[in-house]
């Protein structure tokens, strides 16, 4: 719950900012950097405004980080379920990640004016924080269908974005970003109820890692078909791929469905 807190404050200052940037931009694209510098710095300010709590450990005992490293790794390789969700967050989240900073591109195929792109992208976080405000309400309506359908929304969203260009389906894009925040949430949740605590935080470490890794294997890819062709092809391309590399998980595993929370 507290990472859904976050998320959405986090996108709600989004929306803000990109509300502002839209009538920046139209005024001088230099400009935003000069506010993006100047924002910055002001949250340096504000950091030295904050105190680090005092820490008191219960235990002097020494912890032996190598084998708690060790101890998270052979859990992610030999039990199931642990493993299935380590895969299938890092391609769906690494996967869907790149797509953002295609957006503008996106916008730019339409023709639409940049002073509007700020209003776009607020609306977008908009409905993404709140939209993932709902994530308990989702997981329990799809109940033990929860990755398989933003895994197939996603991809759908992708191709259609691509195959039908326009600012009417936009909506799609806040769509599959809201999905990807949901994720997180879901598998952090399912993790920590099926390993102890001091195991969960290394084996989540793991699975950021492992999705930067295909994050940095698949970025460059969108970003070459899309220089190459276009950005709606890249899209549809990138929809297909998505579904083509997550489908087997819901078939090679046993009962993957059935990785619900408890």
């Known amino acids: 719950m507290k990472f859904l807190r976050k998320s959405g404050i986090m996108r709600v200052s989004l929306a803000i900012g990109e509300l502002l940037s839209g009538f920046i931009a139209a005024i001088s ?12 710095f002001f949250a340096y300010i504000v950091s030295f405004t904050f105190s680090k709590p005092p820490i008191y450990l219960a235990r002097k005992e020494q912890i032996d980080y190598k084998k708690v490293i060790s101890d998270s790794f052979n859990i992610i390789y030999t039990h199931p379920t642990i493993l299935w969700l380590t895969i299938f967050f890092a391609l769906f989240n690494g996967m869907v990640w790149p797509t953002n900073f295609l957006s503008q591109s996106y916008l730019q195929e339409l023709h639409v004016p940049i002073i509007y792109f ?9 409905i993404a924080a709140i939209a993932s405000a709902y994530t308990h309400v989702y997981d329990k309506i799809t109940g033990s269908y929860s990755f398989l359908i933003m895994a197939l929304v996603t991809s759908v969203s992708l191709f259609i974005l691509g195959i039908a260009p326009s600012i009417y389906i936009l909506p799609l894009w806040a769509i599959f970003n809201t999905l990807t925040m949901i994720n997180h949430t879901l598998v952090s949740e399912r993790v920590l109820s099926i390993v102890s605590q001091n195991q969960a935080a290394t084996v989540l470490s793991f699975q950021n890692l492992a999705r930067r890794g295909i994050y940095a294997l698949f970025g460059p890819l969108i970003g070459y078909l899309s220089d190459m062709f276009s950005v709606s092809f890249a899209l549809q391309i990138y929809g297909v791929i998505l579904m083509v590399l997550i489908l087997p998980l819901f078939l090679v595993f046993k009962n993957p469905l059935k990785i619900s929370h408890k």
């Open 29 to 40: 694209l230099a400009l935003t950097f000069l506010a993006s510098g100047a924002s910055t």
């Open 118 to 126: 700020g209003f776009i992208f607020a609306g977008m976080s908009a």
